[in-house]
């Protein structure tokens, strides 16, 4: 089936650190894969996403490059800020069926002055 | 543009008593619907979705029905709460059913069954 990976948090970083958070899928076809974000008690909001295999996504200094050969799309930043404190989702979605969003569990990213 | 709204944004009930949780979109026409759930700690489930006025699909059986009375408008309901129902439900919608739509999500409400 169709599935998300994504490594378990929380991530603690220092201010202007590098930032990786891995995540990988298992998918049939050609999926669309995103990234989400969620800011304390509030709802998710898209970060980025690519739609084909080598596309590259980038938002806010946020980067993350659709690689089909292993199945992943990690999330990467040069330079974390104490307000990217917060929860990604690494997301799938593929047509046909119930067209629906698949998650994987989220990582809790802290970033520390 | 688009926008999507859902509410309460909190609320606090009593085991068994009924639940309503309403979200609309705005500025766009016969989108798909969704509601999610994320449970404390855990990540996020589809409940429901629905691709037309009228036209809903279950995810998961449980406790919670939807409703689309109105092309822009889900609704979120159960008839007698349980504790196991408490958590974050999210309503969200997208303009396609293909893979390259962004699926767009609402502010959330906060449910907690006491």
């Known amino acids: 089936g169709n599935s998300v990976t994504q490594m378990e948090g929380p991530v603690t970083l220092s201010e202007e650190a590098f930032l990786t958070i891995n995540c990988t899928y298992t998918a049939t076809g050609y999926p669309s894969l995103f990234w989400y974000v969620q800011y304390p008690g509030e709802g998710l909001q898209l970060l980025l996403k690519?739609?084909?295999?080598?596309d590259k996504g980038s938002n806010k200094g946020f980067e993350a490059t659709y690689r089909k050969e292993t199945t992943s799309f990690h999330l990467e930043k040069g330079s974390v800020q104490v307000s990217d404190s917060a929860v990604y989702f690494c997301?799938?979605?593929?047509?046909?069926?119930?067209?629906?969003?698949?998650f994987g569990t989220g990582t809790r990213l802290q970033v520390f002055p | 543009s688009q926008t999507i709204h859902q509410w309460p944004a909190t609320l606090v009930q009593p085991v068994g008593s009924p639940l309503s949780l309403e979200c609309t979109v705005e500025?766009?026409?016969?989108?798909?619907l969704y509601w999610y759930r994320q449970a404390a700690g855990r990540g996020l489930q589809l409940l429901f979705y629905?691709?037309?006025?009228?036209?809903i699909s279950s995810e998961v059986p449980q406790n919670l029905s939807a409703s689309r009375p109105q092309d822009r408008q889900f609704i979120l309901s159960s008839k007698k709460l349980l504790l196991s129902d408490s958590g974050f439900y999210l309503c969200?919608?997208?303009?396609?059913?293909?893979?390259?739509?962004?699926?767009?999500f609402g502010e959330g409400s906060w449910l907690t069954v006491v």
């Open positions: 969200a919608w997208s303009a396609g059913r293909f893979s390259v739509d962004t699926i767009y």
């Open positions: 500025g766009t026409s016969n989108p798909n």
């Open positions: 690519a739609t084909k295999a080598d």
């Open positions: 629905s691709v037309g006025i009228g036209q």
């Open positions: 997301a799938l979605r593929r047509i046909g069926g119930t067209d629906k969003l698949i």
